[in-house]
């Protein structure tokens, strides 16, 4: 689950917000991706009115996920490649990266917790 949308819906969300509300969509479609974002320095996308958290629009597109599902490999693909199929829907072609922060265990099996 992201920390998605505007905070005052009258103002234009814009190309940027359109574009992080779209990655941070698709990453939310994942299977293994608990909640975008991390427990640490909270990384986001601003745009007039609303944030998106868990993305950074820069010289490439940054997500951060807290994972649910192991092996993290699988995940981290898995990843990518929904948010790159959205930002090149939108016409971008800046690279992907994915940073895990954290991995909530309570959805681990509790043969590896």
């Given at each position: 689950m992201t920390g998605i949308g505007p905070t005052h819906a009258s103002l234009p969300i814009g190309k940027r917000g359109k574009l992080a509300l779209a990655v941070a969509a698709a990453v939310d479609t994942v299977k293994g991706v608990h909640r975008s974002g991390g427990s640490g320095v909270e990384v986001e996308t601003q745009y007039p009115g609303g944030?998106?958290?868990?993305?950074?629009?820069?010289?490439?597109?940054s997500v951060h996920i807290?994972?649910?599902?192991?092996p993290l490999d699988a995940v981290i693909e898995a990843v990518r490649s929904a948010a790159l199929s959205a930002v090149r829907e939108?016409?971008?072609?800046?690279?992907?990266?994915?940073?895990?922060?954290?991995?909530?265990v309570e959805f681990l099996p509790p043969s590896i917790r």
């Open positions: 944030r998106v958290v868990g993305i950074h629009l820069g010289d490439q597109i807290v994972a649910e599902l192991l939108a016409g971008d072609d800046r690279p992907v990266a994915v940073t895990v922060e954290d991995v909530d």
